[in-house]
């Protein structure tokens, strides 16, 4: 083994630890999320800071709603980045859904880092009062 040899192999070791400590700034979160619901639909809650819509990614496939995202968090152009655990955070959650819900009426809004989800449930599906007759 010769000096060169060393060198390679120390390089690629060095490689390692910075893809390895890439990996670990560039994980998946579970973004937190407040589920309300009535008679009439699902109301969801997400938060996802630092996500602008071009970087949304939402999907209803199976009865299955999947939410992917990644988060733009820039740094200012004076200041240099010094140590950074979650650089640019991707968040990811799935949920299943009832059949009893229309999924080609979703509706999604996405304002200040906050996604806001509105699942309408199907017309058969929904609460209704039956009339009793008399006589």
């Known amino acids: 083994m010769n ?3 060393e060198l390679t192999q120390r390089d690629q070791s060095a490689l ?3 893809e390895a400590e890439q990996s ?5 979160i579970t973004p937190a999320v407040d589920i309300f619901e009535d008679g009439q639909a699902v109301t969801l809650w997400a938060d996802l800071p630092g996500v602008t ?3 949304l990614d939402i999907r209803v ?5 999947s939410i992917e ?3 733009v968090v820039p740094t ?9 655990e979650v650089r640019e955070p991707r968040f990811a959650r799935t949920f299943t859904l009832s059949p009893d819900f229309d999924t080609s009426k979703i509706e999604a809004s996405l304002q200040d880092g906050v996604l806001k989800l509105t699942i309408p449930r199907r017309e058969e599906a929904r609460p209704r009062r039956i009339e009793v007759k008399t006589g």
């Open 69 to 71: 995202a990644e988060a």
């Open 76 to 84: 200012p152009a004076n200041l240099r980045l010094q140590h950074a």
């Open 61 to 65: 496939h199976d009865g299955n709603l």
């Open 53 to 55: 819509k071009d970087k």
């Open 3 to 5: 000096d060169t040899t």
């Open 24 to 28: 670990a700034r560039r994980m998946t």
């Open 16 to 18: 390692a630890r910075r």
